[in-house]
């Protein structure tokens, strides 16, 4: 009965992990930088930069060149990290026998799904290509924000959903592995997972852009989106969560665990 009180006091105590920079500045410094942007775009500014960019990307795109950043931008598939999110987490909890693990790619799909996709349907914005296939507008109509009469399909590149999850689904990637290599035995070097957490954001960054996919616009909002989004969910004390008392048993902490 010690033990179970002592459990409770702490889980109701749980305080919040530390993320870096530390403090609520950045996150309000992305924020600030997201809803500056989107109301630059809105008021019909920073066009030419986007054109510029799409222009340039068209006119340097060799056919090796289109296919290396085609099969690089996997990197920032939303599916398939899921997957391997959660695959990491279930495999965590059963070997800790702990269901701890499994909600962080639970959170992060929540938070990808009710920002992410809402964001992309009330701006209403097309992609670059939209001027070279269906719907084939006008290149000057391919930028503007909000245009609500085009078809939902093609007026959702505002902001970058490739970048956003590449930086949410990797950093929980990130925050799982270092745990499940310590199961085994193994141990993380912390210049992979850094490398693990930057690389491919920035290559899915770079590909989306230069594939006419994405504005650069497009790609600068989704990469401040899942910074924020990223913060969030790092500084959630899952080791600390309350649990239900079915499952007192599977509370086990992960990212402390020896």
Do not use: N
């Given at each position: 009965m010690v033990a179970v009180r002592e459990t409770t006091?702490?889980?109701?105590?749980?305080?919040?992990?530390?993320?870096?920079?530390?403090?609520?500045?950045?996150?309000?410094?992305l924020l600030a930088a997201l809803v500056g942007l989107t109301v630059a775009l809105a008021a019909d500014h920073l066009f030419g930069i986007d054109r510029a960019v799409a222009d340039w990307s068209q006119?340097?795109?060799?056919?090796?060149?289109?296919?290396?950043?085609?099969?690089l931008n996997y990197l920032g598939q939303g599916t398939p990290l899921t997957l391997i999110a959660l695959g990491l987490g279930v495999l965590l909890a059963v070997r800790l026998r702990?269901?701890?693990?499994?909600?962080?790619?639970v959170l992060a799909f929540a938070l990808s799904y009710l920002t992410i996709g809402p964001l992309k349907?009330?701006?209403?914005?097309?992609?670059?290509?939209?001027?070279?296939?269906?719907?084939?507008?006008?290149?000057?109509?391919?930028?503007?924000?909000?245009?609500?009469?085009?078809?939902?399909?093609?007026?959702?590149?505002?902001?970058?959903g490739h970048v956003a999850n590449a930086?949410?689904?990797?950093?929980?990637?990130?925050?799982?592995?270092?745990?499940?290599?310590?199961?085994?035995g193994r141990?993380?070097?912390?210049?992979?997972?850094?490398?693990?957490?930057?690389?491919?954001?920035?290559?899915?960054?770079c590909t989306t852009t230069y594939l006419g996919w994405h504005w650069l616009t497009d790609s600068v909002a989704g990469l401040l989106l899942g910074l924020l989004l990223d913060r969030v969910l790092h500084r959630v004390p899952w080791?600390?969560?309350?649990?239900?008392?079915m499952l007192r048993d599977w509370n086990r902490p992960f990212i402390s665990a020896p």
């Open positions: 006091a702490v889980r109701s105590g749980a305080r919040l992990r530390p993320v870096r920079p530390a403090g609520w500045w950045f996150d309000a410094l006119a340097h795109r060799p056919t090796a060149a289109h296919w290396t950043a085609v099969v702990s269901v701890l693990p499994v909600l962080p790619p349907v009330w701006t209403a914005r097309p992609a670059p290509s939209a001027s070279v296939k269906e719907p084939f507008l006008p290149p000057e109509q391919t930028l503007p924000l909000f245009q609500d009469e085009l078809p939902l399909r093609f007026a959702q590149s505002y902001p970058s930086i949410l689904w990797y950093g929980v990637i990130a925050l799982l592995l270092a745990p499940l290599l310590r199961t085994y141990s993380a070097p912390p210049r992979l997972l850094t490398v693990l957490r930057v690389v491919p954001p920035v290559v899915v960054l080791d600390d969560l309350p649990l239900p008392g």
